[in-house]
């Protein structure tokens, strides 16, 4: 009993002993070459060692952080390229949202793959995102990945059910949406920061507008043209600028009036667990007085499951009498497919009316109306 207990106590202190350690003569080489396991080499600057990580800086200035238990050798010198079974052969992943790059599999645990690419720098990503590996060689470990349950990411992070997010869409691809079967909306990105969109309802006008459907909300007018903007600020924030124009037409009972929305975004979190909170203007141009709404949006993205995601948009007017409309609610389940994905939920429009009658006190008349949402989202393009 007493040898187990001193081999557990000093099983920490030999497995930190088999970790290679960089001596004061490779911090002070100008290159050294580091050899891997699987037979990677890394060509660099050693700046330290960090307990088990040690930072190497390349010849274009960019660092690496390397595990050092998967080091063999420091050298000054190429080593010779090792041979014999223990070396793998090269595997290209292809991820879900279309990167593919080449590597060899490290290890993998229920929520991180780790994989080393070529430059010996090691990258890692979740098992949902991974679509495919494809391996020439005996690489057993990457490829076992394929064997995992099919999961599907969201890939329109860039619209949540009524507004937008800080995320542009994809450069060179085009998100479809329709929402009840009749409002069908674009938005392309035309690069890596900025997208361009449009909505078309082709039956606006041809029917009766109901004062207690929140649906119309959603719908909105014949037309309406937008663009976003957006920059990512460090790993987890995002900002954006989003315009809307909708000019003016025809409605079922009189002329609308044209309008310009300006709203800034900023979005916390990745493309699959985000939350957006946005400001901006609702202007009326054809208006002299009272002519802009200030509207405050808030919305929430959150992956419950491999292909489940969670939606939340919410729009709340600061000047409700003139906007008739105080809070514009939605929740949604979005079920995540390979290229499209469906939204099912609800609506809810709180409305503010102000209530005079003669010889009666004027009073404030809060009411909300509640309607389902349904959506289908689709992406056109390059997989």
């Known amino acids: 009993m007493k040898t187990v207990l001193l081999f557990l106590l000093l099983s920490p202190t030999i497995l930190l002993a088999q970790l290679i350690k960089v001596t004061p003569q490779d911090i002070e080489r100008k290159q050294s070459y580091?050899?891997?396991?699987?037979?990677?080499?890394?060509?660099?600057?050693?700046?330290?060692?960090?307990?088990?990580?040690?930072?190497?800086?390349?010849?274009?200035?960019?660092?690496?952080?390397?595990?050092?238990?998967?080091?063999?050798?420091?050298?000054?010198?190429?080593?010779?390229?090792?041979?014999?079974?223990?070396?793998?052969?090269?595997?290209?992943?292809?991820?879900?949202?279309?990167?593919?790059?080449?590597?060899?599999?490290?290890?993998?645990?229920?929520?991180?793959?780790?994989?080393?690419?070529?430059?010996?720098?090691?990258?890692?990503?979740?098992?949902?995102?991974?679509?495919?590996?494809?391996?020439?060689?005996?690489?057993?470990?990457?490829?076992?990945?394929?064997?995992?349950?099919?999961?599907?990411?969201?890939?329109?992070?860039?619209?949540?059910?009524?507004?937008?997010?800080?995320?542009?869409?994809?450069?060179?691809?085009?998100?479809?949406?329709?929402?009840?079967?009749?409002?069908?909306?674009?938005?392309?990105?035309?690069?890596?920061?900025?997208?361009?969109?449009?909505s078309v309802n082709p039956f606006y006008g041809s029917y009766s507008p109901s004062a207690f459907s929140p649906r119309e909300t959603v719908l909105g007018p014949t037309i309406r043209l937008s663009g976003k903007l957006t920059f990512p600020i460090g790993e987890q924030f995002r900002f954006g600028i989003n315009t809307v124009y909708q000019p003016r037409q025809k409605g079922f009972f009189y002329q609308i009036a044209q309008q310009l929305v300006i709203q800034g975004l900023m979005s916390f979190g990745d493309s699959q667990r985000n939350a957006t909170l946005g400001y901006g203007l609702r202007i009326f141009p054809d208006y002299t007085s009272s002519n802009k709404i200030p509207v405050i949006t808030v919305g929430v993205m959150h992956q419950l499951s491999r292909n489940l995601t969670f939606l939340s948009d919410n729009t709340f007017y600061l000047n409700a009498y003139y906007g008739n409309s105080s809070a514009d609610l939605s929740v949604a389940l979005r079920l995540n497919r390979k290229r499209h994905a469906f939204d099912l939920g609800a609506l809810a429009a709180v409305k503010s009316n102000f209530v005079y009658y003669i010889n009666v006190p004027a009073q404030n008349q809060t009411k909300v109306y509640i309607s389902p949402y349904i959506g289908y989202n689709l992406i056109i393009g390059r997989n």
Do not use: C
Not at 142 to 150: G, K, S
């Open 34 to 198: 580091l050899l891997f396991r699987d037979g990677t080499l890394l060509r660099g600057r050693i700046i330290r060692q960090d307990s088990s990580v040690i930072t190497v800086q390349k010849r274009n200035g960019d660092r690496s952080f390397v595990e050092a238990d998967q080091v063999v050798r420091i050298s000054s010198s190429r080593p010779d390229a090792p041979t014999g079974s223990d070396q793998t052969h090269t595997t290209v992943f292809l991820l879900k949202d279309g990167t593919r790059f080449s590597g060899k599999f490290v290890r993998q645990d229920n929520t991180m793959i780790t994989v080393r690419k070529s430059n010996g720098q090691l990258t890692y990503f979740e098992p949902e995102l991974l679509a495919r590996v494809d391996s020439s060689g005996l690489d057993t470990g990457a490829t076992a990945l394929t064997d995992l349950p099919r999961t599907f990411q969201n890939r329109f992070s860039p619209w949540l059910l009524t507004g937008n997010t800080a995320f542009n869409a994809e450069k060179g691809r085009v998100y479809y949406r329709n929402t009840f079967l009749i409002l069908n909306e674009l938005q392309y990105g035309l690069t890596r920061n900025l997208s361009l969109g449009a």
